[in-house]
């Protein structure tokens, strides 16, 4: 009788932002299938510039019960990325239970719409508070950590198509997401000698709330008298993307991230992960 294969993560511990619902439940549930015993937090509660709900704590708390019934161990917490020192007590409190912490996840995100000229404020500082300083912050709560410990680690950071080209009605997004590439490239410099690596991941639209809403599908079928449907909002989706495909999956998204967390990518640190459909490439023409 053939023996288990072995898990790729196992005995690793992962923090994981925005691990409610969409990428980051679906990042929590494979990683923990191969191994890895799961932090995970959200901001359960609205974000004033965002036109659609936030991850709540009844989902964040499904989260947790999907990771435990894969037989992993879970910290479940609420904390919103813009501050420091929720994200340092969901670390104290995962090293407290869980004791390390290997893998860094920061994908947390927010999205509005306007063209740059309209764009609010609130829209602006809210946007780089969450998709930027936010993943500042997670990295900056759980660095000295792994530093201190000295047994390497992987951060992973979610970037987006919007990382590589721009986009109408999207300036703040844009520039956060930009912003990640050059933060992803210092860390991946200063952090290389202690064998720990930080990769950015860019993926076309996924298929979550993020972009299953009422203010994404007017953006994308303009001047309709009711709410496109998901059908229609899907061609022009499709039309951004070289694959015919209108958007990938959260567990395409996975996929990648389970290897830049594993031992598989030990050597790749700085690099640019797209799991875009070709939707980068086909801007470009």
């Known amino acids: 009788m053939e023996g288990r294969r072995p898990l790729l993560l196992e005995g690793r511990v992962a923090l994981i932002t ?16 191969e191994g890895a015993d799961i932090i995970a937090c959200d901001i ?14 009844e989902e964040l708390e499904q989260t947790a019960r999907m990771v435990a019934e894969l037989g992993r161990r879970v910290v479940a917490q609420k904390a919103d990325v813009r501050s420091l020192e929720q994200l340092r007590a969901v670390v104290e409190r995962g090293l407290s239970e869980l004791g390390r912490i290997d893998v860094v996840c920061a994908n947390a995100g927010v999205i509005s719409y306007a063209p740059s000229w309209q764009i609010t404020e609130e829209q602006w500082r809210e946007t780089l ?62 952090l290389a000698p202690h064998r720990i690596r930080v990769n950015i991941v860019h993926p076309t639209s996924v298929d979550t709330a993020m972009i299953h809403n009422e203010a994404t599908y007017r953006l994308f079928v303009p001047g309709a008298d009711r709410t496109p449907t998901r059908e229609e909002a899907a061609r022009t989706f499709r039309s951004l993307n070289a694959l015919p495909v209108p958007w990938v999956e959260p567990e395409d998204v996975s996929d990648a991230v389970l290897w830049l967390a594993s031992d598989h990518s030990r050597y790749v640190t700085g690099q640019q992960l797209r799991v875009d459909a070709g939707a980068a490439e086909k801007a470009r023409r």
Do not use: D
Not at 20 to 33: F, W
Not at 44 to 57: L, N
């Open 18 to 33: 925005g691990a409610a619902r969409g990428q980051g439940r679906s990042h929590a549930l494979t990683l923990a299938r």
């Open 44 to 57: 359960c509660e609205p974000i004033s510039s965002a036109p659609y709900p936030m991850g709540s704590r």
């Open 129 to 190: 508070e969450v998709n930027l300083t936010g993943v500042w912050h997670t990295c900056r709560a759980v660095i000295p950590h792994m530093m201190e410990r000295g047994e390497g680690g992987s951060i992973i950071l979610t970037g987006s198509t919007a990382a590589i080209v721009g986009f109408e009605n999207l300036a703040h997004y844009v520039s956060a997401k930009h912003g990640l590439v050059g933060l992803m490239k210092t860390l991946a410099n200063e």
